[in-house]
T-cell receptor
């Protein structure tokens, strides 16, 4: 079974440009999460989709970030315009049940490393 | 193919017990190994290990890496109910894929 995949693995863009990150969750997983790791090791929550609906987007830093999950399959995270502080690793994860539910298993993708220069 | 394996996948203990969680890996271009605790939203960082044989400690938690045998352990002594969570092991790579995550160990600590 294919795991969570993310594209691209690395992206280097200039400040002010636009970047779109893609996440393909495990087939059949309704729950999709975006996280990012910035300046160190902590992973910050961005948002949570259940199918195509945004269940929780409390972690989205500002309106330069736009996440979509049309059709409830893959998701995109667009940063427009990118700023220097947006640099970091963006993770996507998927699960059948929401995090915190018994027997939930959340699967992480390899991350997209974004560098804004 | 890169792989991170964690064992056990699930563990139930009583308060006061000591637990050892295992993480083994087969990953090219190893950079570091990280442990996270996940309860609700984002995983919380615990340790980052890059060198073999150096134990890292934080309160009742400690971890060590063996780069020759390709594994790490996470120890939790005198467990408390608040330790109940999924513990994730992840390997960061220098090239190619950025991270490879293990499936996690679900720890349940009963009062």
């Amino acid at each position: 079974e294919a795991g969570v995949t993310q594209f691209p693995s690395h992206s280097v863009i200039e400040k002010g440009q636009t970047v779109t990150l893609r996440c393909d969750p495990i087939s059949g997983h309704d729950n999709l999460y975006w996280y990012r790791r910035v300046m160190g090791k902590e992973i910050k929550f961005l948002l949570h989709f259940v199918k195509e609906s945004k269940q929780d987007e409390s972690g989205m830093p500002n309106n330069r970030f736009l996440a979509e999950r049309t059709g409830g399959t893959y998701s995109t995270l667009k940063v427009q315009p990118a700023e220097l502080e947006d640099s970091g690793v963006y993770f996507c994860a998927s699960s059948q049940d929401p995090v915190g539910v018994a027997r939930n298993e959340q699967y992480f993708g390899p991350g997209t490393r974004l560098t804004v220069t | 193919e890169d792989k991170v394996v964690q064992s056990p996948l699930s563990l139930v203990v009583h308060e006061g017990d000591t637990v050892t969680l295992n993480c083994s890996y087969e990953v090219t271009n190893f950079r570091s190994l990280l442990w996270y605790k996940q309860e609700k939203k984002a995983p919380t960082f615990l340790f980052m290990l890059t060198s073999s044989g150096i134990e890292k400690k934080s309160g009742r938690l400690s971890s060590i890496l063996d780069k020759k045998e390709l594994f790490s352990i996470l120890n939790i002594t005198a467990t408390q109910t608040g330790d109940s969570a999924v513990y994730l092991c992840a390997v960061e790579k220098n090239y190619g894929q950025n991270f490879v995550f293990g499936p996690g160990t679900r720890l349940s600590v009963l009062p």
